[in-house]
C-alpha cells in the first residue's frame, strides 16, 4: 500500500498566502491532485486552530479526516537565533500526535516570546536544536524535519544564514532528525551527494501558498496511512518515490542578483566570484552552487523508460514533472488563470481522475483520447524531461517550456 503525501503548506492566516485556503479548498484540491495525506498546516495560530479543532474527525491516534482527505497535525515555523558568531534563520516543519500536544506547545512558544496570533508561521526565538528537544520533551511522538533545506536564508544548509552540516545544528538532538525536504530548488539526485543528508528519508512538498499549489512536489510513501506508520515510514526511508518540480525552475536555482538581471551558473560563479559584476553588491548564491560546495562526490541516476530517475544505490526513484495548468496553458498559448485553461484543466481531471495521474501515470492513448494529441505530447514530453529551461535566481522562478 502506498499513499500520496504533502506535508509542508499553509493556511489563510500565514503571510503571504491566499485568502481562500480553507480546509473545503485544500480538500477539494488534495482529490483534484490525488493528495490522500496532508499537513493541517499553521496549528500554532489561535483562530486556525480553533477551526481545526473544530472541523478535524479523529480517525486513528494522530490521524484526521475532513473532506474526504487525511490529515495530520503539522505547522511550519521559523527558528531565529545567534550561534556560532552568526545569525541564524531555519525553517522547521513540526507535526504532533494529538491537540493536547499542540496546546502544550503553543503555551511553549508563547512563553518563550513568540507571537502566535501574527503569523500561521510564527518566529521562534530559540534553536533549530532547542525547538526539537522541547518538541519531543513535550511529546515524544513529536516529528521535526528542516524545512526546503537549501533556501540561501532559511534553509538549514542555506548560503546566507545556514550551516555546513547536520550535527552543527542539530548538536546532540542530530539522531532525532530522520528526514529532510528538498525545497523547490533541489531534487534528491543533488542531495545523494551529501552524505549526512543521503543517510535520512528525503521528502518533498508543495510549501503551497494558494490550494491549487498543493502536491506541484509531493512524496508518495510506503505502509499504511496513520501517524505512527508516516513516522516509522520517515525513520526507516519507506518512500515509493517522490514527485519534483524540475529544480531550476525554483527560485534559487543559479546565483544571481534580480535587480541588476543577473544569472550565474556555478562555473560563472567560480569564475567571477559572489559580487555582481553590476553593481558590486553580493550576489544571493544558488542552490546548485551551495550544493556543489559540500557534496562528498557524485552519485548516479538515469531515467527509466516511464520517466523516473532510478540509481544503483538503495535510494528512491522520482519523477520531474510540470504542473498540469501549465502544460495546458502553454500548449494553449494562454495564461495558466484563463477561463479556457480552467476549463480544460477541469475537463481532462473528470476524464482521467487526478492530476498525479495524468502526470505521472496515464497511458499516451488514454491522453490522447481525453487531451488531444498536442497536449498529451508535451504532458509526455514534461514526464520524459524533454524540456527547455531558464533557470531561477534570487527569488525569481524559472521557466520551463514544452512546446517545440
Not at 112 to 132: C, H, I, N
Not at 196 to 210: K, L, N, Q, T, Y
Request: charged fraction near 25%.
Amino acid at each position: 500500500m502506498t499513499y500520496a503525501a504533502d506535508l509542508h503548506l499553509h493556511s489563510r492566516y500565514a503571510y503571504a498566502t491566499s485568502k481562500n485556503l480553507t480546509l473545503e479548498s485544500l480538500a477539494a484540491w488534495s482529490r483534484v491532485k490525488g493528495i490522500d495525506l496532508l499537513s493541517s498546516a499553521d496549528f500554532t495560530h489561535p483562530a486556525w486552530r480553533r477551526e481545526l479543532e473544530e472541523k478535524l474527525d479523529p480517525v486513528s491516534p494522530g490521524l484526521y479526516r475532513f473532506g474526504g482527505v487525511s490529515f495530520v497535525l503539522g505547522t511550519e515555523v521559523s527558528c531565529v537565533y545567534k550561534q556560532g558568531g552568526r545569525s541564524r534563520r531555519v525553517h522547521m516543519l513540526l507535526f504532533a500526535p494529538d491537540f493536547a500536544t499542540v496546546a502544550e506547545l503553543c503555551t511553549a512558544f508563547s512563553k518563550a516570546g513568540a507571537k502566535l496570533e501574527s503569523d500561521g508561521r510564527p518566529t521562534l526565538p530559540m534553536s533549530a536544536r532547542d525547538l526539537t528537544a522541547l518538541a519531543l520533551d513535550i511529546n515524544h511522538q513529536c516529528m521535526v524535519i528542516p524545512a526546503h533545506v537549501w533556501t540561501p536564508w532559511f534553509g538549514l544548509f542555506g548560503s546566507k544564514s545556514g550551516f555546513d552540516h547536520l550535527e552543527e545544528c542539530f548538536l546532540d538532538m542530530t539522531p532525532h532528525i530522520h528526514a529532510v525536504e528538498t525545497g523547490l530548488s533541489s531534487d534528491p539526485a543533488m542531495n545523494w551527494n551529501i552524505r549526512e543528508v543521503a543517510g535520512r528519508a528525503i521528502v518533498s512538498f508543495s510549501d503551497a501558498h494558494s490550494a491549487p499549489k498543493l502536491g506541484r512536489e509531493l512524496t508518495v510513501f510506503e505502509g499504511d496511512l496513520g501517524y505512527g506508520e508516516l513516522a516509522q515510514a520517515l525513520k526507516h526511508r519507506q518512500i515509493a518515490y517522490s514527485v519534483e518540480f524540475y529544480p531550476e525552475e525554483g527560485k534559487y536555482h543559479y546565483t544571481g542578483h534580480r535587480k541588476c538581471g543577473i544569472r550565474h551558473s556555478p562555473e560563472d560563479t567560480q569564475r567571477v566570484g559572489q559580487r555582481c559584476p553590476a553593481c558590486d553588491r553580493p550576489l544571493t548564491v544558488g542552490v546548485l552552487h551551495r550544493i556543489n560546495g559540500l557534496s562528498d562526490g557524485e552519485r548516479a541516476g538515469h531515467r527509466d523508460a516511464a520517466g523516473f530517475v532510478q540509481n544503483q544505490e538503495g535510494f528512491p526513484p522520482f519523477i520531474r514533472l510540470v504542473p498540469l495548468q501549465e502544460i495546458i496553458a502553454e500548449t494553449l498559448a494562454l495564461g495558466p488563470s484563463s477561463k479556457r485553461v480552467q476549463k480544460e484543466y477541469s475537463r481532462i481531471i473528470g476524464e482521467l481522475g487526478n492530476e498525479l495521474n495524468i502526470l505521472a501515470w496515464a497511458e499516451e492513448a488514454d491522453l490522447v483520447a481525453a487531451a488531444g494529441e498536442p497536449l498529451a505530447r508535451n504532458i509526455l514530453k514534461a514526464r520524459m524531461g524533454e524540456v527547455s529551461i531558464e533557470p531561477g535566481y534570487d527569488g525569481l522562478y524559472g521557466k520551463v517550456s514544452v512546446a517545440d
